[in-house]
Each structure stands twice: as structure tokens, then as C-alpha cells.
């Protein structure tokens, strides 16, 4: 049970507000268009009756490498009626993945070319940059669309690029971009056309996301001046 937040509302993590802004991308991604309010007001339906349309529409969701957000994403999923499908460096515990149904795949590549929604949830790091490379990214299906809310450079972007302008993969939902601040004139062509849905790295902005930032900061500084490690240091590899 979440405590109270701010104006009443249940106070929101970091990583259930990114799971949500993943959600929220994957479904509007999924009925091919801009903005989910935008369809369900031309057609008249709730917002619920497009969701359960959508869920019938598309079985398969990929969610890692980050278990915690991978998590957070699965369980929304699965409440639509999403299957949940995952690569990570190792299975989760059997009652999570008894929880949320989940099929553990070993080979990513295996995994990629199965998928009808590929979620990206990991963090930047030397070992995961262009994780999903050009020869992975020719790997997905053709009506499998992307979502990615981790970190840009996960990306290889400029071929995630060719492939939608190709018509080899569906769409993406892109909270990140591998060049910020810049983004790519191309991938504003494609959201214009409907291909894609861009966010303005957004994912995590809310007042309880960015309190529990705040406080993080806090408490690496005095962790920091107490002459301890900080639990989230600036990896030298990464400058």
C-alpha cells in the first residue's frame, strides 16, 4: 500500500511513474497513433474499452534488464492481458516470475524475434550501449513496435531509424534519445507521419519522482562527507 503524497495523491516512485510513462507508450504505439485521448474521444469509447482492445491486439511483451522497472512495467501489462516475456543477466526470483507469469529467455536474440512489444529498461553503461544494435534491430518483426524509457544510447537510433522509414518495424515510443538535448529531425518526420511517439525525457517527472531525487542527492552528499562511498557515484567510464 502506497502512503499518502502530495494534494491527496498516492505517493509515486521513480520507478512506478517511468513504468507508467513505458505503459502509456506502448499503448498509444500499439493502435498506431499519437495520443490514446485523442482516439478514444474521435471514437467515442472509454479510455478502459481502449485498453481491452489494445490487450486483444497484442499478446507479447520483452521487459528488462532492470528488474525493478521491468517489474513495475510487467504487472501493468499483465493487467491488460499481455504475455511477459524477459532477458535479464539472470531468472528472477520463481514467485515473481509465478506472479506475473513470466517466460525467462536466456539468448536476447532468440527473445527479440518474437516479441510484438519490445520494452527497453536497463541503464547506461559500456556494457549496454547499442544493446540493442543494428543486427538485433533487424531481428524484430515487422509489426513489433520499441519502447524505450531507459536511457538513449541503448539504442542504435539512426538504424531504428531506417527500419521504421523501411517499414521493417512497426513503430516506437521514445521517452530518450541517444544525442540529447538534440533530437533527431528524423525521428520528428516520423512522429508527424505516425510512426513513432516522442516524450520530452518526461518519464520520471512528477513532484513524488523528483522529491525521491532530491533526497537521493542528499543523502550521497552526506554519505559523501562522512567519508564514506556514495551509494551513486559518476563512473569515470561513463564521463
Not at 499519437?34 to 482492445?53: E, H, L
Amino acid at each position: 500500500m502506497s502512503s499518502p503524497g502530495r494534494a491527496g495523491r498516492p505517493k509515486a516512485s521513480s520507478r512506478e511513474t517511468l513504468a507508467e510513462a513505458a505503459c502509456e507508450l506502448f499503448l498509444e504505439r500499439g493502435y498506431d497513433a499519437t495520443s490514446v485521448a485523442d482516439i478514444t474521444q474521435r471514437a467515442g469509447v472509454s479510455r478502459s474499452s481502449f485498453f481491452n482492445y489494445f490487450a486483444s491486439k497484442s499478446d507479447v511483451l520483452w521487459s528488462g534488464v532492470d528488474e525493478r522497472i521491468g517489474q513495475a512495467i510487467a504487472r501493468r501489462a499483465r493487467a491488460f492481458g499481455l504475455q511477459i516475456h524477459y532477458h535479464n543477466r539472470r531468472p528472477v526470483a520463481p514467485m515473481i516470475a509465478d506472479e506475473l507469469g513470466a517466460t525467462y529467455w536466456e539468448s536476447l536474440d532468440q527473445m527479440l524475434a518474437r516479441m510484438d512489444i519490445i520494452s527497453v529498461n536497463c541503464p547506461h553503461t559500456p556494457a549496454t550501449y547499442h544493446l540493442l544494435s543494428a543486427r538485433r534491430l533487424k531481428l524484430i518483426r515487422k509489426e513489433a513496435y520499441i519502447v524505450n524509457t531507459a536511457r538513449g544510447e541503448v539504442i542504435d537510433e539512426d538504424t531504428l531509424i531506417k527500419l521504421i522509414e523501411a517499414g521493417d518495424v512497426g513503430g516506437a515510443g521514445l521517452d530518450v534519445y541517444e544525442h540529447e538535448p538534440a533530437v533527431n529531425p528524423k525521428l520528428v518526420r516520423l512522429a508527424r507521419a505516425g510512426k513513432v511517439t516522442l516524450l520530452p525525457h518526461m518519464g520520471s517527472a512528477t513532484i513524488e519522482g523528483r522529491v525521491e531525487m532530491g533526497e537521493k542527492v542528499i543523502i550521497n552528499i552526506r554519505t559523501f562527507l562522512d567519508a564514506h562511498k556514495p551509494p551513486d557515484r559518476v563512473l569515470p567510464s561513463m564521463l
